[in-house]
């Protein structure tokens, strides 16, 4: 097993009728991440499910760092505030397999 670099994809919904407020506590959490963690981070959606959200973070040399720091960030701007009813975060870590 590798104890590379950590890549790290995280999914979940969004409250339909929060989309656009989502949208900027992400673009806030992405900026965060990268002042503070100094990981720059991406956003996608799934192409045919449109609140289907996926943070993108890639090539993180401190996994444990990064991920206090981004649940603190999470818990400040109240995120789960704008997930779907039900919904959670989904966080899949990768390594590589070489």
Do not use: H, K
């Not at 929060?18 to 963690?37: D, G, N």
């Not at 603190?72 to 039900?86: K, M, N, P, Q, T």
């Not at 989904?90 to 070489?98: L, M, N, P, Q």
Request: with cysteine; hydrophobic share 50%.
């Amino acid at each position: 097993m590798s104890a590379g670099p950590v890549c790290y994809y995280i999914y979940y919904r969004v409250d339909p009728d929060r989309a656009t407020s989502a949208r900027r506590a992400v673009a806030a959490l992405l900026a965060a991440v990268e002042s503070r963690a100094g990981v720059v981070g991406r956003l996608l959606r799934r192409q045919d499910e449109p609140l289907l959200w996926m943070e993108v973070y890639e090539n993180v040399a401190d996994a444990q760092g990064f991920e206090a720091r981004l649940s603190a960030l999470l818990s400040d701007l109240d995120f789960e505030s704008f997930l779907a009813s039900g919904a959670q975060r989904r966080i899949e870590r990768f390594v590589a397999a070489v």
